[in-house]
């Protein structure tokens, strides 16, 4: 016989479904955490993903945007630093 059924309020849903999407852990693992059904949280996360289908899409593709333009700049910060040590030292050599 099943035990007395809980019931979960709309901040705790939304909270469970943020730790499977922004950890990437498997609901499984985040379930056991959570100490709720792995099947309840896998129907929440499903739903929520049904819901926001455009919008988790749209923040992936700025996501991968803002990494790739993050990539660059740390590439270009690495260049100049470059740079400017070499000036450094042509200045040392001009100055004796």
């Known amino acids: 016989m099943a035990g007395k059924r809980r019931k979960f309020d709309a901040e705790f849903r939304e909270g469970a479904v943020r730790i499977v999407a922004e950890t990437g852990k498997p609901i499984a693992q985040v379930a056991e955490d959570l100490g709720i059904n792995e099947t309840t949280l896998a129907s929440w996360v499903s739903r929520a993903r049904r819901a926001g289908g455009a919008t988790a899409t749209g923040e992936s593709e700025e996501l991968a945007r803002l990494r790739r333009e993050n990539a660059q700049l740390k590439k270009d910060n690495k260049e ?9 030292r042509c200045m040392v050599l001009w100055v004796k």
């Open 80 to 88: 100049l630093a470059m740079e400017r040590d070499v000036l450094k």
